[in-house]
């Protein structure tokens, strides 16, 4: 067997397929979880309820490429809303389920979104918790931390420059209470969607996005009080207005 497939990465592949015989056999035993998280002693944000602009859906995908230059102009609240709407957006109620803008596997939505907000009008810099169920922010930390996710993000200045950076974390027990470690895999696919919405709505709002994979887990976990294990980091992306 090739030395490769002996790595973490081919374990992990291997030792999550699904077979028909993993069907008939009892699940992990994995407790759940609480479907959202919140911050109560925080103060909070209301955000502005949306009204999505038109646009054509294929001129947008078009036209979507990695941007890292911004302007150091500030984006709107409503812009904001926008985006994170586009991501995480509350579109329909089925039972206890808040459907999204995103699917998720099992409407389970493992993923926490985060912002470090450096320029936006109406909204101090600092840490932020995107709130779901009140469509709210709650302000975990006040102050500028551009510095700080530029530094856990390996230096990439953009990521410092840009007006608002978005940080996913996911909570993994919320998908492998129902899939096992078959549920590892849809919480990077629940990501994937959320952040390519992301993406599409900072096009169509003429902004400039980029995701980012690269950055230190642990730096970014401390930054925003995750234990790293429940909940952790996954995926970022900067938004900001084009420099070019």
């Not at 102050?143 to 974390?169: D, H, R, Y």
């Amino acid at each position: 067997m090739p030395h490769y497939r002996r790595s973490l990465g081919f374990t992990f592949l291997e030792g999550t397929k699904l077979r028909w015989e993993d069907l008939f056999r009892g699940r992990e035993e994995i407790a759940p979880t609480a479907s959202f998280k919140t911050y109560p002693q925080a103060s909070k944000v209301s955000l502005p309820r949306v009204h999505p602009p038109a646009a054509d859906i294929f001129e947008v995908l078009a036209r979507r490429r990695s941007e890292r230059l911004y302007a150091r102009r500030p984006l709107s609240l409503e812009e904001l809303a926008l985006l994170l709407w586009a991501a995480q957006g509350v579109t329909a109620r089925a039972g206890r389920y808040l459907l999204r803008t995103a699917p998720s596997a099992g409407a389970l939505y493992p993923i926490e979104t985060y912002l470090s907000v450096h320029r936006v009008e109406g909204l101090p810099p600092g840490l932020y918790h995107l709130e779901i169920p009140d469509w709210a922010l709650a302000l975990l930390s006040p102050g500028n931390f551009g510095p700080e996710i530029k530094e856990a993000a390996l230096g990439q200045g953009f990521c410092e420059t840009a007006a608002v950076v978005f940080v996913w974390s996911a909570v993994p027990r919320r998908t492998m209470a129902k899939y096992g470690s078959r549920g590892v895999r849809y919480i990077f696919l629940d990501a994937g969607h959320l952040v390519q919405n992301l993406l599409l709505a900072a096009e169509a709002l003429d902004l400039a996005a980029c995701p980012v994979g690269a950055f230190l887990d642990d730096a970014l976990n401390q930054l925003l009080g995750l234990d790293g294990e429940e909940e952790t980091v996954i995926y970022l992306a900067t938004v900001g207005r084009p420099g070019r």
